[in-house]
């Protein structure tokens, strides 16, 4: 026991201690699981797109490319697209492009690839004084709600960060909590400087690939810089400075610990951040009607109200541009819709955020659940405890569900539920092998001498290896060998040994195989009964076929040992025995004392069993059965021998053996032997004592040879009742003085 208690403690033990590790040392090894179930969140519940939302996309689609040509289009055409969306009345024209490189198609780059000719200075001539296509987009953005886009890299490039606002800190600087990068790619010098903004165009994937969260602010070159998306709010609302709020500043106490970024304040809006300065966004599904076609803007389709006040960010869903991104909502969505889902979700108040407290709550839960799980289990029974887990499991995630649809608050309730679910499913294999065990040693104690229903009786339940018993209707098998003393005369201790084992092996798996319970070996004797522990409704049946299949097990075996006695030069002589069946009311159970005891039946019809099996050396034959085993298995093919009294009996019995096996009692021989003996038993109990010793001649002719000796007892009674008649009340009964 103090070995099972060790061996649970060390299996729970062991991944408790790993659960406790990852909860306190290493949460954010735990991340990407947290994340799976936050999406699983988003999914069921996504942000509902607003149709009224100020946010538009100018998307350079795959219709547009068609009408307009291949990407990408000349500066002008760019140009043109500013002047018509400011002269509707956009609030912002943010460009999730990179402008970092001249334009190709400008007249001055094409010049450059013609090869020298009259025609070639002839085109010069008449394009010197047109201005480049750089210049037009540059002239077209000067003084307008612009934004360009720049991406941070990592390149040791010294350049020069364009700023477009002013900043207010507050508390811990915020540059050693945001993404850092050392350079820049910018849009070129003269975009930038007549640019109204310029916002980073990165974005930060989980290692999904998933975007979950977009960066409000990042470090470029040692400087903070706005994304995208923050920076389109800020020209929006016209705003010269950004107040950044970090940890320890007023209001935000984290007794002296730097723990990041709090909150980024843009004009009106205030953006709680996570510490390194991004939004989780909840995302809205992909809408299409999110999108206005670039080719409508410049053919003048698009009615100015649709225009007016609203923030548009320009980029591309064509699929050969490749710029799709994965969000917890959709496997892909066009990048620029990133950008405008954060503001979207900025300026509809969204908050999906994970609190200070939240990863300190789901450690002491996990803690707490497994500690419980480790303490009850072994006290509890498994299913039990399996539902209150389920309960506990139900009340964790519909409290997290709470939390995140009616406050934006993520709060996991995977990770506590699965740490006690680990514990438990460790905990209860431990018990299941342990109990497994004690089912293996169960079986190894008794196997060999219970039927197999037993065996797994006991296995199911060791709880009944305690004293006690029931009464139960029996039938008791006695078998016997003779002259066992002659037998085993002149063998050693070994050579008995073998021999006893090759004979009660095959013995036994005959009372195995057919239902039955070996009770005790006895030397050479073998006591079994059937229908306890298990009911079998055919217990009677099922001893004689077995009494039937024994007696001809022995014959084979005899021809093994005589043929092994011949080869060795010695002589061995024919082994036989006697069986005694019997039917009736026996106490079964585990008898004995609280130390040992063993599985047996006890009562008069044992004792009854045992003297059938003692009379049938007195009556020729090598089975006996009482009356009522005969009368429970009609169907074999029964033959009354005797009617007896035996010892200690008032009342006569009918004994009755078998003939053969019922395929044989079936033949003809049979039916012409089966006449022939009740002659012989009516010429007996008739008193024709001169007729029964013809008729046993006549019927031993016919008998089978095993049952030859029966006609010997009846002519030698015959014989003894010629010379010494009984008396008048004699009803043809024989009383057996011995047991």
């Known amino acids: 026991m103090r070995y099972a208690n060790r061996l649970y403690w060390l299996v729970v033990g062991i991944p408790f201690a790993l659960i406790v590790f990852f909860e306190i040392a290493a949460p954010h090894a735990l991340a990407p699981l947290r994340d799976l179930v936050f999406d699983s969140y988003q999914r069921l519940s996504p942000r509902q797109w607003d149709a009224d939302a100020p946010v538009r996309i100018i998307d350079i689609d795959d219709a547009s490319l068609t009408r307009i040509g291949q990407w990408p289009w000349p500066r002008t055409r760019m140009a043109q697209l500013v002047d018509k969306l400011s002269a509707m009345g956009a609030a912002v024209v943010a460009f999730d492009i990179a402008l970092a490189e001249g334009d190709r198609t400008s007249p001055d780059q094409i010049l450059s690839l013609l090869p020298p000719s009259a025609a070639r200075d002839a085109v010069a001539r008449d394009i010197v004084d047109l201005p480049t296509n750089d210049a037009v987009f540059a002239a077209a953005i000067a003084g307008k709600p612009v934004v360009l886009g720049a991406i941070a890299t990592a390149s040791p490039l010294t350049i020069t960060l364009p700023q477009k606002h002013g900043w207010v800190t507050a508390g811990d600087d915020p540059a050693q909590f945001v993404p850092r990068f050392a350079s820049a790619v910018l849009p070129l010098p003269d975009f930038a400087a007549q640019a109204s903004g310029i916002g980073m165009l990165n974005w930060l994937p989980d290692r999904d690939q998933t975007i979950r969260r977009v960066p409000v602010l990042l470090g470029v070159g040692g400087k903070l810089a706005l994304g995208l998306a923050a920076e389109a709010l800020r020209v929006a609302q016209g705003v010269d400075t950004v107040i950044v709020k970090s940890s320890n500043a007023s209001g935000e106490t984290a007794f002296g610990a730097a723990t990041g970024v709090n909150a980024v304040k843009i004009g009106q809006f205030v953006i709680d951040t996570g510490s390194s300065g991004d939004v989780r966004v909840r995302f809205s599904a992909h809408e ?26 320009i980029g591309s869903s064509a699929a050969g541009l ?36 939240a990863l300190g709550a789901e450690a002491a839960l996990a803690i707490l659940s497994c500690v419980i799980f480790m303490v009850f289990l072994p006290r509890t029974p498994a299913i039990i405890l399996g539902l209150l887990g389920a309960g506990v499991v139900a009340v964790l995630v519909g409290g997290s569900w709470y939390l995140f649809h009616q406050g934006g608050i993520l709060v996991d309730p995977v990770v506590p539920s699965a740490s006690g679910g680990v514990i438990y499913l460790a905990g209860l294999s431990c018990l299941y092998w342990q109990e497994q065990a004690q089912k293996r040693q169960v079986r190894s104690a008794f196997e060999r001498f219970v039927a197999p229903a037993v065996v797994e009786r006991l296995a199911g339940d060791p709880s009944r290896l305690v004293l006690g018993g029931e009464n139960r209707t029996l039938t008791l098998m006695f078998c016997d060998l003779r002259s066992f003393t002659t037998l085993s005369e002149g063998m050693s201790a070994q050579e008995l040994t073998r021999f006893m084992n090759d004979y009660l092996t095959p013995m036994t798996d005959l009372v195995l195989d057919h239902n039955g319970t070996v ?6 004797a073998i006591m079994a009964f059937w229908n306890a522990p298990l009911d079998d409704d055919k217990h009677a049946i099922n ?44 106490c079964v159970g585990n008898l004995g004392s609280t130390r040992r005891f063993d599985y047996s039946a006890i009562g008069d019809e ?42 200690g009996k008032v009342q006569a019995t009918r004994l009755f053996t078998l003939m053969g096996s019922e395929e044989e009692a079936a033949r003809g021989d049979f039916a012409a032997y089966r006449l022939a003996h009740h002659e012989v038993l009516d010429a007996y109990r008739e008193r ?11 019927a031993r002719a016919l008998a089978p040879l095993r049952l030859a000796g029966l006609y010997d007892v009846y002519s030698k009674r015959a014989t003894a009742l ?11 009964s024989t009383t057996m003085d011995d047991k």
């Open 288 to 313: 299409p009607r999110r999108f206005v076609p670039a080719w409508q803007i410049l053919a003048d389709e698009i009615k100015p109200d649709e225009i007016e006040g609203r923030i548009f960010f």
């Open 322 to 357: 490749l710029d799709q991104r994965t969000t917890p909502i959709d496997a892909t969505i066009p990048g620029v819709e990133v950008h405008a889902q954060l503001v979207e979700h900025i300026i509809a108040g969204g908050q999906l955020s994970r609190p200070d407290w």
């Open 519 to 524: 009770d005790k070996y006895m030397g050479d």
């Open 543 to 586: 001893a004689g076929r077995t009494a039937l299949l024994m007696i001809d097990r022995l014959a084979e075996l005899n021809q093994r040992w005589q043929a092994q006695a011949s080869a060795q030069g010695r002589h061995f002589p024919i082994a036989r025995f006697g069986i005694g069946l019997n039917t009736g009311e026996c």
């Open 606 to 647: 044992v004792n009854v069993a045992s003297r059938l099996e003692g009379a049938t050396k007195y009556l020729g034959v090598d089975l006996l059965a009482a009356e009522t085993t005969h009368d429970l298995a009609p169907d074999l093919p029964w033959i009354e021998v005797d009617l007896v009294r035996l010892k």
């Open 688 to 698: 024709r004592f001169e007729a029964v010793i013809d008729k046993a001649n006549a």
């Open 722 to 732: 010629l010379l010494a008649p009984p008396p008048a009340d004699w009803d043809g």
